[in-house]
């Protein structure tokens, strides 16, 4: 048996045939390494349907390299011996094997990187880390983009990359926008009338079969106090359904995507989303494809400009974005916590049990499908958080928990810098804080609500418009200075002392879980 030249290192969020680590593979005297281990699932209280959704794609995926020839050593979750972390499962099988060199594809985790590195460094084993072509732009690249600015606005990086991969631009002069606009916001996002969505095209399900009841059998037995359910657990983990789920999404829900992007209606998850960035960021799909997609959708007249530039945002612009603030600033990036915020996670969050509906409905379908849309993370979810003041890596380590579109790459940033402010403005011009009242505007939820969004003291308060008026209070200094915030902190002016310590004392109530925290009988 010859010698074994490289060992490919393939983690869960790398399933990609076409991944660069492949390039010079050679059946003969290289193979692939993969490994299911607990740490992966333990080292944050990992839920259920985010730990069945790696675990059945990686399966998938096994059975793909075997098709195409490619040797492989997977170590199962369940097979005896299994050293239960991916640097002690890398160390166990090298000792066995004894590669040359090993071979990776950039990973989307910092900390993942350097237990791989620790294990080749130990073993004094060569590791050659390829660039991951899934992406547009690569490090560097935003790297160069960032040199010398002191704030990182996806606005202007999303506008080079229009221009440098001619994404939407007018034929007639290539540095212009399709339709004169960058962005088309003011036809986009609205909400849906009372009669609410209509019949909205059904999710693009797949029934598990063999390979993924065998794991969630497995994640039921082994994680049985995580959090999550598996009943409807329907994700595509395979590439052959998630290219079927972006066929579903082009041809059923772009040409209203744009328009309802922000939108949300209580009981219904899926609404007018893609439902596709899980199957993007395990590497199920290329951006490539997905943009060529969308745009041929617009090309065609399938599909309204303002639809497809608000979809292309997503993915050429902020996706693309935020893989480079997070390789750009880590690993300091998460220790970040500009605004001092202390306050414990409630317990909730695992579990849904509170009475404010926006809340209960995001949490409980997060913790049903592990899927929210954005403006539930960013603006229930996150915005919550943001106000009570929680510190901003318990809110990270939430987030991701929970999802399972959530790899460290594209969720720290999201969190910490996005939904959180914890970075101090380097992502975002503000804090993106709100009154119950946007909710209102956005979604019925207040309709059945204990709570009125137009209070902000007394028993039928809206949390998040108490929370909004005491979070302005606690960094008015701070706020002060930001002239996006200047309306809103002229508006705290109107308020007098009295009103002031109304506000403190209701939100004292609630960080100490008085209020909002649980169902009442």
Not at 180 to 202: Q, S, T
Not at 328 to 340: D, K, S, V
Not at 428 to 440: C, H, L, R
Request: hydrophobic share 40%.
């Amino acid at each position: 048996m010859p010698k074994l030249r490289n060992l490919i290192v393939v983690l869960g969020d790398q399933l990609d045939l076409e991944a660069s680590a492949y390039d010079n593979f050679d059946a003969r005297v290289d193979a692939v390494w993969m490994a299911e281990v607990a740490d992966e699932s333990t080292r944050v209280l990992s839920s259920r349907p985010r730990i069945v959704m790696f675990l059945a794609a990686m399966r998938h995926f096994a059975l793909a390299l075997k098709a195409v020839n490619r040797p492989l050593h997977y170590a199962q979750l369940d097979a005896p011996g299994n050293q239960g972390s991916l640097a002690a499962q890398l160390k166990a099988d090298m000792e066995r094997l004894r590669p040359a060199r090993l071979v990776m594809t950039e990973p989307g985790d910092w900390r993942v990187l350097q237990a791989i590195k620790a294990v080749a460094d130990a073993s004094s084993t060569p590791l050659e880390i390829c660039e991951d072509r899934h992406f547009l732009s690569s490090v560097s690249d935003f790297a160069a983009h960032a040199r010398g600015r002191k704030s990182l606005r996806m606005e202007y990086f999303y506008r080079e990359q229009r221009r440098r991969h001619s994404v939407l631009m007018d034929p007639q002069n290539e540095s212009a926008p399709l339709g004169g606009k960058w962005n088309f916001d003011a036809e986009n996002r609205e909400a849906f009338g009372a009669a609410g969505p209509g019949e909205v095209p059904p999710r693009c399900a797949f029934k598990p079969d063999a390979v993924t009841r065998k794991v969630i059998a497995l994640v039921e037995g082994r994680f049985p106090q995580h959090p999550g359910r598996l009943e409807s657990f329907a994700w595509p983990v395979t590439r052959a359904q998630a290219l079927q789920s972006l066929s579903a999404f082009v041809k059923e829900r772009l040409p209203q995507f744009g328009r309802y992007q922000d939108a949300m209606w209580p009981g219904d998850p899926w609404l007018y989303h893609s439902h596709l960035s899980a199957a993007l960021n395990l590497k199920l799909l290329n951006p490539r494809e997905v943009l060529a997609a969308a745009v041929a959708a617009y090309e065609s007249g399938h599909a309204p400009l303002a639809s497809v530039e608000g979809f292309v945002r997503q993915i050429l612009g902020w996706r693309e974005y935020v893989r480079g603030i997070y390789w750009t600033q880590m690993p300091g990036y998460l220790e970040l916590n500009t605004l001092g915020a202390d306050a414990d996670l409630p317990e909730w969050y695992w579990t849904g049990d509170t009475d404010m509906a926006c809340l209960r409905d995001a949490i409980g379908q997060t913790l049903t499908h592990g899927y929210a849309n954005h403006i539930q993370r960013l603006m229930v979810t996150g915005l919550y958080a943001l106000m009570l003041g929680v510190q901003p890596k318990q809110v990270h380590a939430w987030y991701l928990a929970v999802y399972v579109d959530a790899v460290e790459w594209v969720e720290l940033p999201n969190t910490l810098g996005m939904s959180q402010y914890a970075d101090g403005g380097l992502m975002g011009s503000k804090p993106y804080v709100a009154t119950g009242k946007y909710i209102e505007r956005m979604s019925p939820h207040c309709k059945d609500c204990r709570y009125d969004p137009a209070q902000r003291t007394g028993e039928r308060a809206c949390p998040f418009t108490t929370l909004y008026w005491n979070f302005l209070m606690r960094h008015e200094a701070t706020l002060a200075k930001n002239p996006r915030m200047a309306l809103q902190v002229k508006n705290l002016a109107r308020m007098n002392a009295a009103q002031r310590q109304e506000v403190a004392l209701r939100a004292a109530a609630i960080r100490r879980g008085e209020v909002g925290g649980a169902v009442h009988g």
